[in-house]
C-alpha cells in the first residue's frame, strides 16, 4: 500500500481517537438529553428563543459526564498523561459550548428547532472542540482537515442512527 495512504490512515485514526471525547459527549447529550431547556425557555433581544428546545440541562450534564469520563480513561500516552487529560477536558467542554453556540446562531438565522442548518449542525460541536484543545496543543492543519471530513459523516450516520431508533424525529 502506498505509504500516503498508510499515513492518511493513521491520521485518520489519530483524529477519531482525539475528538472520542467529543463525539461521544455530543451523541449522549443527544441520545439523553430532553427536559428543562438549558436557556429556560428565555429568548434574546431578538424576541427569538436564545437556543431552543434541543439544548438541555439533562443532555449537557449527561454529554459532560460521558465527555469527562472518556477523557480521563483515553490519553495520548503516559508521558503526557496531565495534557493528554486536559487536551480531552477542553475538547469535550468546546464540543458542549459549540453545540450551543450553533443553536444560537440557527434562532438567529430563524431556524426554528430541529430545522436542518447543513454543516453547521455537523460542525458545531467539532469547530468548538479544536478551538478548545487548541488552547493546550497546536492541532496540524492536515488533522482539522480530516477532523472537518469525518465528523460531517460520523455526525450524519449518528443522526440516521438515532432516528431508526426513535431517538430523534427527523434523520438529520
Known sequence: ????????INLSAYAIY??????LANVTALA???????????????????????????GTIIGTIIG???????????RKY???IFIRVHSWWGAMIGDACGSFIKRRLKLESGRPAPILDQLDFVVGA????????V?????I???LIISIFFHLGANVIAYLFGIKKVWY
Open 82 to 84: 496531565v495534557t493528554g
Open 1 to 8: 500500500m502506498d505509504s500516503s495512504v498508510v499515513s492518511v
Open 32 to 58: 439523553f438529553g430532553g427536559g428543562k431547556p438549558l436557556d429556560f425557555n428565555h429568548n434574546f433581544r431578538d424576541g427569538r428563543r436564545i437556543l431552543g428546545n434541543g439544548v438541555t440541562w439533562r
Open 18 to 23: 482525539f475528538m472520542l471525547p467529543a463525539y
Open 145 to 147: 482537515i480530516i477532523i
Open 139 to 143: 492541532i496540524p492543519l492536515e488533522m
Open 68 to 78: 469527562i469520563t472518556v477523557g480521563l480513561i483515553s490519553r495520548n500516552n503516559y
Open 130 to 137: 479544536l478551538v478548545f484543545a487548541s488552547l493546550i496543543v
